[in-house]
């Protein structure tokens, strides 16, 4: 799964920023190998020999001063230059383009919506791969910072200032990306993904978010329906309170990146949302098992 | 070096008092004793910190842990930030200058022994208070840097942050009245012969990092007094959803922040560049462009601060900007790093292990700065900051860096300090250990953050690679641990059974090296002549001197000299600490000023300046207040002339019209309370009460001031023609009177022109 920014960089951003760290990182290498060098050859050559006395002094020379502030005012502008044109390559004007997504921080979940297509989702982020999207960022409550490694750079996204980003993928995949600044209590689970696909398949994703899901059909899910309903679930799922859960189904995670969207752990997360994601906004309802699995019924149904 | 005869555990002997008891060390204002006792606060508190340290540690060796809980571990990594730089790094360099510059400048004491242990007891008082927390509800836990909304209600409702607040403001306090005292010491106190281009580079770069912390530490002190206003008065400064702005914070908490690295750095220069001159046996290469970049770095820490921000999104030019401004801080950093190299070679190298711990310093912090400028190419920054990069390049450069360079001082300065060495042989064994423990910790860190690892997470999923690269780091991290104890163990037993020292063990060149070890309590009997950087040289070497100072371009060195027996500048103590009172109160309200102009300019609704405020009345408090500068000026003029009565009847005026300008304030606040403008209603309210109220306070605080100069006169104890204490005190209430004329101009005036 690629996770690595500089290892696997999959899109036109990623790739310049990791061409420009590999460039910093050798200029920096090689001025440590410099200053290293230095330490270690002075260590042997003028360690002190017995019966040797202080050396004469030597307090400098303007002259060889003024060279390595030269130097190293240099090595800063050639690092300056490449730094101006792969921020110009990252972070190119929107120029009033409309977003394509707006992605709006929650603690500890992310709410995704399409304005253009009138899709509304959590916690992943589906795209076409090769196509560059315009992605709206804003927060409903404290600072949350969205970050794709392998395709995108950070951007804050805080209440009161919204910001924007750009978002691409090379290649079909999956991205994993993570929350990058400190949210409180479950920042460390406010994870991620990106799943970029080719454009039919998300011309699939596309039609089936926009259908609503058919009815329960089972006993148990048909119980399970009436008791989303009478247990309030739907005053914060569906207000933004809570993410919105009409296609939980075809999600590849829950809790945000916290465990794998299978039934048991629904299940578990049903039971005592407490124990799975201790802080999370989501109380304990004391659900019988019963009830539960009802439940669970009910939710496998929302493709 | 004379063989001395100590009794065990020898330590600075308080004056006129057998033994010292932990009571004369309590009470003791001997600066000697009160840097002892900070360097034994602050390793105290390193145990702490690296205790916590390691439980995080402990939580992050495999993925998915339940060693902690969230709500543990984010209390954990916000006290351990904290711990580390305000009640560790900071005070223990302060604590070194405390105890080392006073000799170095070949004075008696400090400049003002009794503010000096106030210093010493606000960390300890700071810093308890803030460990309090742990038993009070929960330590804090909204990160060392404690970013609003967050730290906000409704997001942080325990008390934490609260404490957080009120621990910072003491130890603040504290570190400023530090700071003001080591200025005045270096400016005031100095040997005669001992100009300031022959100052030890030590000193020099503490003078530096003072002046660097009185402009920075009011910019903490007003950010944390204005987010504790949000907090416990319910107002907007920072809460976006009152119409307050979460960037704001961000902006002054890094422009104190930012400065506040360098202050943990600059002091550790100067042992840097003491410890590799004396055991490399020869004066440092290039003093000074040593010197001179110091300046540029403590002038350029205060232009760079939102290279923190860089993923806010403020545009552009403001990225360039501070990217440019940081790549320039880059170069006096190198300067220096070439000149302790250069000054390694062609020496005579002894590898005590001082010297062991500064060539560490030297290629440790090399990384940590080479890291540091790949943030300043900014996409870069964009992927890599809030990450374990971020992490590693951090304590390259506070722990590779900063530690180091203590380490390498207190093996230096020990022996001095106590009259014991320290033993090599551990010593050794302590370098490796620690030289090892600390990369192994945190050179893997830089590969985490580049996997795309971020911080101040409690736990991480099972993703290729991190399980592994944590497992690492958190085996550096115990061996780290161990090597602390290798020290403590050197400590404790050459306290007891260390080699005696002499004066000079190290041979070296600067004035604390001509007394005994330890020095008796007024430190010198006689002070060496002072013709140069190396007093102690020239002394010992008659014959070939070191050359006069060229002088840095043909400034300095040819200034003519102070006149024989007298002080190198003419400022009477009192006068000069108070004028650095002034300087950094005069930034705290700078910082007041600017949250008020900012939310006053953004267009609001809500209430209007001009429609609530009474400018006639405010006017006419005003004049009350201009008048009392005058009557106290007047004062002065009856002290000058030896007029005793209208001396005390000056200061009775001056009181009670500083009183009535309180009253008029009290009244005005009133009218605007009752007309429901308050501190919580918006951001006219929370910058007006709390421009004013500070104001109002200060006043407060000069009035008691007058009020016992005006029981010292009715007692008739100003004999004239002057008085430190009145001059001090008048500059002081003028000064509050200046700060009102600003305010008054700034709010009243400006809200009539509408």
């Given amino acids: ?303 | 070096m004379r063989e001395i005869a100590l009794p065990p555990g020898a330590l600075p002997a308080p004056p006129d008092r057998d033994g010292g008891g932990l009571y004369a060390w309590i009470t003791s204002l001997d600066h000697k004793q009160i840097g002892i006792m900070y360097l034994i606060t602050t390793f105290a508190f390193f145990i702490v910190g690296g205790v916590e340290a390691l439980l995080m540690r402990t939580q992050l060796a495999v993925p998915n842990n339940t060693f902690l809980g969230p709500e543990a571990y984010n209390q954990l990594f916000t006290m351990h930030g904290t711990t580390m730089i305000f009640l560790v790094v900071m005070p223990m360099l302060i604590g070194l200058a405390t105890y080392v510059v006073p000799l170095q400048v070949g004075a008696r004491d400090i400049a003002y022994p009794r503010m000096n242990a106030l210093s010493l007891w606000l960390l300890v008082f700071g810093g308890l208070l803030l460990y309090f927390s742990y038993l009070a509800g929960g330590a804090p836990d909204a990160g060392w840097f404690s970013y609003a909304p967050l730290s906000e209600k409704p997001y942080t409702t325990t008390t934490g942050v609260d404490y957080w607040i009120l621990g910072l403001l003491a130890t603040g306090i504290g570190t400023i009245a530090a700071s003001i005292n080591l200025i005045v010491t270096i400016l005031a106190l100095r040997a005669p012969g001992m100009r300031m281009t022959r100052l030890p580079l030590f000193t020099w770069m503490v003078l530096v990092n003072s002046v660097l912390i009185l402009c920075a530490l009011p910019v903490l002190n007003a950010s944390l007094v204005m987010l504790l206003i949000d907090r416990q008065l319910n107002a907007h400064f920072f809460s976006p959803q009152g119409g307050g702005s979460a960037i704001l914070w961000q902006h002054f908490f890094w422009a104190f922040g930012h400065p506040e690295v360098y202050i943990m750095v600059l002091p550790a220069f100067g042992i840097i560049s003491e410890v590799i001159p004396v055991f490399s046996r020869k004066a440092i290469y290039g003093y000074e462009f040593v010197a001179a970049s110091t300046g540029a770095i403590a002038f350029l820490s205060l232009a760079v601060w939102a290279h923190h921000m860089f993923a806010v999104g403020l545009g552009r030019t403001a990225d360039l900007f501070f990217a440019v401004a940081s790549m320039l801080i880059a170069i006096p950093t190198g300067v220096k790093v070439l000149n302790w190299c250069a000054t390694l070679w062609g020496g005579a190298i002894r590898f005590t292990s001082s010297m062991l711990f500064a060539m560490g310093f030297l290629a440790m912090f090399t990384i940590g700065g080479i890291t540091g400028v790949s943030f300043t190419a900014v996409p870069i920054d964009w992927q890599v900051e809030d990450t374990y990069y971020v992490v590693a390049h951090m304590h390259y450069v506070l722990f590779g860096g900063s530690a180091f360079a203590v380490f390498a001082g207190l093996y230096y300065w020990f022996p001095k300090m106590t009259g014991r060495m320290l033993s090599e042989a551990w010593g050794k064994w302590h370098f490796w250990l620690t030289f090892v423990g600390f990369n192994l910790t945190f050179m893997i860190q830089h590969v985490l953050g580049l996997a795309g690892m971020p911080r101040r997470v409690f736990t991480y999923p099972d993703l290729p690679d991190w399980g592994r690269f944590n497992m690492i780091s958190t085996a550096g991290a115990y061996l780290l641990g161990f090597s602390v104890l290798v020290f403590l163990w050197n400590v404790f037993a050459s306290l007891r059974a260390g080699r005696p020292a002499g004066d000079n063990p190290w041979n070296a060149w600067t004035l604390e090296w001509a007394t005994p070890s330890p020095p008796p309590e007024h430190n010198f009997d006689l002070v060496p002549p002072v013709r140069g950087r190396r007093p102690l040289w020239d002394l010992a070497h008659p014959d070939r001197p070191d050359p006069a100072p060229a002088g840095f371009y043909g400034l300095g060195g040819h200034v003519p000299g102070p006149p024989p027996g007298g002080k190198a500048l003419d400022v009477s103590g009192p006068r000069l600490g108070m004028l650095c009172f002034i300087g950094t109160e005069a930034i705290f309200f700078v910082m007041l000023i600017l949250a008020y102009v900012y939310y006053h300019s953004a267009a609001h609704t809500g209430v209007v300046a001009a429609r609530v405020l009474d400018s006639g009345r405010a006017g006419i408090n005003t004049v009350f207040l201009i008048a009392s500068s005058a009557t106290l000026w007047l004062g002065g003029k009856s002290l000058e002339q030896r007029r005793g009565g209208a001396l005390t009847a000056w200061l009775a005026v001056t009181i009670i019209l500083g009183a009535l300008f309180l009253i008029g304030q009290g009244r005005e606040w009133l009218t605007l309370v009752r007309a429901n403008v308050t501190v919580s209603r918006d951001l006219f309210g929370t910058t007006f009460f709390t421009l004013t109220g500070f104001h109002g306070l200060h006043v407060l605080l000069g009035l008691f001031l007058l009020a016992m100069l005006f029981g010292l006169a009715v007692a008739r104890r100003f004999k004239g023609p002057t008085s430190a204490a009145i001059e001090a005190v008048a500059l002081y209430w003028h000064f509050v009177d200046a700060v009102w004329i600003g305010i008054y101009s700034l709010i009243y005036l400006w809200a009539l022109a509408g």
């Fill in chain 1, 1 to 303: 799964m690629p996770i690595s920014p500089f290892g696997n960089p999959a899109s036109p951003q990623a790739a310049a920023t990791a061409q420009l760290f590999r460039f910093v990182l050798v200029l920096g290498a090689a001025v440590f190998a410099v200053v290293a060098g230095i330490i270690i050859v002075a260590a042997i050559r003028f360690r002190h020999r017995p019966g040797q006395g202080d050396p004469a002094p030597d307090t400098g020379r303007p002259g060889i001063e003024v060279v390595w502030v030269g130097a190293a005012a240099l090595l800063l502008l050639v690092i300056f230059i490449p730094t101006v044109s792969t921020m110009r390559a990252v972070d190119p004007p929107a120029d009033r383009r409309l977003p394509d997504l707006v992605v709006t921080g929650h603690q500890w979940w992310w709410e995704v919506g399409y304005p253009g297509l009138g899709i509304v989702t959590a916690n992943e982020i589906h795209l076409p791969a090769r196509r560059m999207f315009l992605v709206h960022l804003q927060s409903a409550d404290v600072i949350h910072d969205f970050w794709i490694p392998s395709l995108t750079r950070k951007m804050d996204m805080t209440p009161g200032h919204a910001t924007d980003v750009w978002l691409e993928a090379d290649q079909p995949g999956v991205y994993l990306g993570a929350c990058a600044e400190f949210c409180g209590v479950q920042h460390a689970w406010m994870r991620i993904r990106v799943i970029a696909e080719p454009e039919e398949a998300f011309a699939a994703w596309q039609q089936q978010q926009r259908q609503a899901p058919s009815p329960p059909r089972t006993p148990d899910a048909v119980v399970g329906a009436s008791l989303y309903h009478e247990d309030t679930c739907a005053n914060c799922h569906g207000t933004g309170i809570g993410p919105d859960l009409n296609h939980l189904a075809g999600r590849d995670t829950l809790a945000a990146g916290l465990m794998p969207n299978t039934p048991a752990d629904l299940a578990r997360w049903l039971k005592d949302p407490q124990a799975v994601k201790p802080g999370s906004l989501m109380p304990n309802f004391h659900l019988s098992d019963a009830d539960v699995q009802k439940l669970v019924a009910y939710l496998e149904t929302l493709r």
